[in-house]
């Protein structure tokens, strides 16, 4: 039975590293997403703005132009940045918790089977164990028996009889 309890745990494990390894996978996917979007509003934002400086003085202008420009590199950046780490992180994790997913799967499946086998064997043991018990006490009755009608009968051939049933008992 304890071993039943210890693949409960590891089937449980494997499933709790699987929620794990979602999640992890979820945070930077809407991360990269988030950054990106981000990133894109702020490219349209500044690029606004960029065009709405027409009518302003030329220090003015010529300031928000280059914050501008400035804004769109970090977007830029920034944009890169989620493409990396949608790349670098979040394509492998999927692939490696795919992967995951699989062998636990696999592990589990393999596992239950293995459990069976083993539950199965268990109760094939408990029936020959039981059914020995019975024949053993069954045996016992009849060599008691036995002894006993020997005793009974009056039998010349009663002490031999009687020594050699006491000798077979004395072997079991």
Known sequence: ???????????????????????????????ARQCDSNAKSMQTLFAALG??????T????????TLSQEMQEFCGQLRSTAKK???DLVEPL????????KNAAKFAKSGNGILGEMNSARKHADHAKESYA??????????TELRSLVRESGDPFNEATEKKTSIEGDDT
């Open 51 to 56: 065009t709405q400086t027409g009518s302003s």
């Open 94 to 101: 999927e692939l490696f918790r795919d992967h995951f997913d």
């Open 134 to 143: 019975k024949s053993a006490a069954k045996l016992e009755r009849l060599r």
């Open 58 to 65: 030329y220090s003015v202008q010529t300031t928000l132009q």
């Open 1 to 31: 039975m304890r071993l039943n309890n210890n693949f409960d745990d590891v089937a449980k494990r494997l499933q709790k590293e699987t929620a794990c390894l979602k999640s992890l996978e979820s945070f930077f996917k809407d991360f």
């Open 85 to 87: 780490m949608q790349d």
